[in-house]
């Protein structure tokens, strides 16, 4: 069937391009818009005086005053005249004798005597040469008096020793060490104790009290102060 209209008369033919020259022309229309400046032409605020009111004003004359000059400082006092006295003393020269030698020169010293101090130091059991006589060690040889010193001590602690009957109900037991020091003397002193509880201390300050009087040691020998440490062990019967 043929259409009843013509194709070449259709206005919806060429739509598109009608669209995009609307656009165009829509766009150039809002720039000229945008960029369209006015000026106006009103000028009656403008004015062509110019304020010179300033150049009215009264300056002040100032004065110099002419004042004359500070005067000159005094000059400075005249050095006094200086008295030349001839000296009429015969001035004796000093002649400094050389202290060099010479090689055939004999030099004489003086003695000189150095007086050797004691010095009261505690020498420890282990390193002392001479130690001390316990009583019943005096016949002893000298290389088995150090064996019978030490059998000797242990012997009175075990002789003397007593368990504490406060220590037994508390159940205390342990180890103190005793120091103590024989004197130039003989006597013996405690120097220091260490107990885990004051029963066991007291017990063995009390035992330690009870060492005789010795024969001092020696160290080169002269009688010196001996220091020695031993352990007395306090243990209950399970």
Do not use: W
């Amino acid at each position: 069937m043929e259409p009843k209209k013509n194709p070449s008369v259709d206005p919806r033919r060429n739509s598109m391009l009608y669209f995009q020259l609307g656009l165009a022309a829509i766009a150039i229309l809002s720039y000229v818009a945008i960029e369209l400046k006015t000026y106006e032409k009103d000028l009656s605020g403008l004015t062509s005086k110019v304020d010179d009111s300033f150049l009215d004003e009264d300056v002040p004359i100032t004065q110099v005053l002419n004042q004359p000059p500070p005067p000159p400082p005094p000059p400075p006092p005249a050095p006094e005249v200086l008295r030349v006295v001839e000296d009429k003393k015969d001035i004796k020269e000093v002649v400094i004798q050389s202290t060099e030698t010479s090689q055939k020169e004999i030099i004489k010293a003086a003695t000189v005597v150095v007086a050797e101090e004691e010095a009261d130091v505690d020498v420890p059991f282990a390193i002392i040469e001479d130690v001390p006589l316990f009583p019943g060690c005096e016949n002893v040889a000298k290389d088995k008096r150090r064996d019978c010193f030490q059998d000797k001590i242990q012997a009175h602690i075990r002789k003397n020793f007593q368990y504490p009957d406060s220590a037994i109900d508390a159940g205390h037991q342990g180890r103190v060490f005793v120091s103590f020091v024989i004197e130039k003397n003989g006597d013996v002193t405690i120097a220091n104790l260490r107990a885990p509880f004051p029963s066991l201390e007291k017990e063995a300050a009390r035992i330690m009290g009870k060492l005789p009087k010795m024969i001092p040691g020696k160290q080169r020998g002269k009688p010196v102060r001996m220091t020695m440490s031993i352990p007395i062990t306090f243990k209950l019967d399970q």
